[in-house]
């Protein structure tokens, strides 16, 4: 042990950290190649729409109106400190479909869809089925990985689209039943308020947060370990990455979309 | 036939293979035995490519395992896997018509289900079986599946890997007289690794010892007990003392 030890120690972090980057980014590059080329598994395509997009439905619904039920009760006791009160059905609608609805989608994707894609295919994996795969001539980037990516790709939008209008009727729900709202007058000042620029970021952010998970599913159950703890460790690895990432490429999106 | 010439491979600083030379004739019966750990497993992945080795050549009818159409190459395969492998998500009859469902040897799924239903009964399964799930069947049942699996697209060669482990007794020997007859019926070359002697009797017309990476010795089934080998001979009558050390 020398003084110069922490030094090499954070070099090999380093090195580990980006060697780790560049193959995500080889096996993204890989997966959606093979989201485009030929052969095409609809079959599993399908599964994956129906595990992905129409399972965390009621997940996701939950999700939403308790959010965006709070969030209308925070911003009326917010803004009442200023007399600012009124401004309930705008700030839900936009904090709904600009943040909340989806980082908070992303997220109970990524603990529902990217866990159980990378377990599946982990323990796939541990137990020879992916070698099995291989000896049956079907390569597993396109029969296991590809038809996940794309599901995801395409369902992730859809369900942030559906959080967020469900997040919103939370809100309306609490402003309308509990602080006194007009619901008229609440739902033209929503639909006023919110601007195209809004939802297509929304939706954006669906597509990347959804690709996110997917990838990172996929990327940690082929690359698992051994036995029992590479299974657990394979998935624990898969949740964290895509909850990371899906925070680190919100904060990005939020600033393509809306930096000044 | 299979020709392997000083293959070798490493994981890591371990070796595990250090040069393995091995020869296997168009339908003949090869076992490969030797201990745990010592690469058999590694040596059957290489021939088929799941795994690439660092050195040496790999064979296949004289043309490069690892060169040339993949898909081909491996349609002429047929593999059960030490744990069977089958996809928990199909019921059994599409993972024995796996490969007649899709690709270069799709087939209408009917006559997919037939032959998967036909290929289970050549393994003594009934057809009531073909709709089950393997999670609901069995080791030994699953093992037979993982063999109809195998024998579906009626490859020239196949490869067994353990196909007796985890199985009682009686079990075992039902698998090993399946794979014996399948094997001379359909006339393929097998390459089967195993480290059950009642395995080797039953299913091999050569043997080949397998020892820190490189083959000990290879011959005939019958000239095994009275090879002279130590390896063999300390092998195959199971003893603690010898060339080979009891803890590795």
Redesign the interface.
């Known amino acids: 042990m020398t003084w110069l030890s922490p030094i090499g120690a954070l070099g090999r972090a380093v090195l580990t950290f980006l060697a780790s980057v560049g193959q995500v980014a080889i096996f993204a590059g890989r997966a959606l190649s093979h989201v485009l080329r030929p052969?095409f598994?609809p079959r599993e395509f399908l599964?994956a729409l129906l595990t992905i997009g129409w399972l965390s439905l009621p997940v996701v619904g939950l999700t939403a109106i308790f959010t965006g039920g709070a969030l209308a009760l925070q911003i009326y006791a917010g803004g009442a400190r200023f007399s600012a009160e009124a401004v309930v059905p705008q700030i839900v609608a936009i904090g709904m479909v600009r943040e909340l609805g989806p980082v908070l989608v992303g997220l109970m994707i990524a603990a529902r869809v990217t866990s159980s894609i990378a377990a599946e295919i982990a323990t796939?994996k541990v137990?020879?089925?992916i070698?099995?795969l291989?000896?049956?001539?079907?390569n597993p980037m396109k029969y296991l990985v590809a038809p996940r990516v794309l599901a995801a790709l395409i369902t992730v939008p859809l369900l942030v689209g559906i959080g967020d209008i469900i997040g919103i009727a939370g809100g309306f729900a609490v402003a309308v039943h509990s602080l006194d709202f007009n619901p008229a007058t609440y739902l033209i000042n929503t639909v006023n308020f919110l601007e195209t620029r809004d939802v297509v970021s929304s939706l954006a952010k669906g597509a990347a947060f959804g690709l996110i998970a997917a990838l990172m599913g996929c990327y940690y159950g082929m690359q698992s370990g051994r036995g029992a703890q590479g299974v657990g460790r394979a998935t624990k690895g898969s949740v964290e990455a895509a909850a990371v990432l899906i925070l680190a490429a919100n904060f990005v999106l939020t600033g393509v979309f809306f930096s000044i | 036939m299979i020709v392997m010439e000083n293959v070798q491979k490493a994981f890591g600083d371990h070796k595990v293979l250090r040069g393995v030379d091995l020869h296997i004739e168009k339908g003949t019966s090869m076992v490969i035995i030797g201990g745990s750990g010592t690469g058999k497993s590694v040596t059957l992945k290489c021939v088929l490519g799941l795994i690439q080795p660092d050195a040496g050549r790999i064979l296949v009818d004289g043309k490069p395992a690892a060169a040339g159409d993949r898909d081909a190459f491996l349609a002429r395969f047929g593999m059960l896997f030490q744990g069977a492998a089958l996809f928990d998500s199909l019921p059994v009859w599409q993972n024995v018509a796996f490969r007649l469902l899709r690709g270069s040897l799709k087939r209408p799924q009917a006559e997919a289900r037939e032959i998967a239903v036909e290929k289970l009964r050549r393994v003594g399964l009934k057809a009531d079986v073909a709709d089950k799930f393997p999670a609901e069947l069995s080791g030994g049942m699953q093992k037979r599946v993982g063999l109809a699996r195998a024998i579906a697209a009626e490859p020239e060669i196949i490869f067994f890997d353990e196909p007796t482990t985890g199985l009682d007794p009686i079990m075992a020997g039902v698998i090993n007289d399946l794979i014996r007859e399948i094997v001379v019926e359909m006339g393929a070359t097998a390459m089967t690794i195993t480290h059950d002697m009642s395995s080797v009797r039953a299913i091999a017309d050569k043997v080949a010892m397998l020892h820190d990476g490189v083959i000990k010795w290879t011959g005939p089934v019958a000239g095994m007990d009275d090879s002279g080998d130590p390896y063999l001979d300390q092998f195959i009558h199971g003893r603690a003392e010898g060339p080979i050390e009891a803890v590795r």
């Open positions: 052969p598994y599964n796939m137990t020879e089925q070698d099995a291989v000896t049956l001539s079907t």
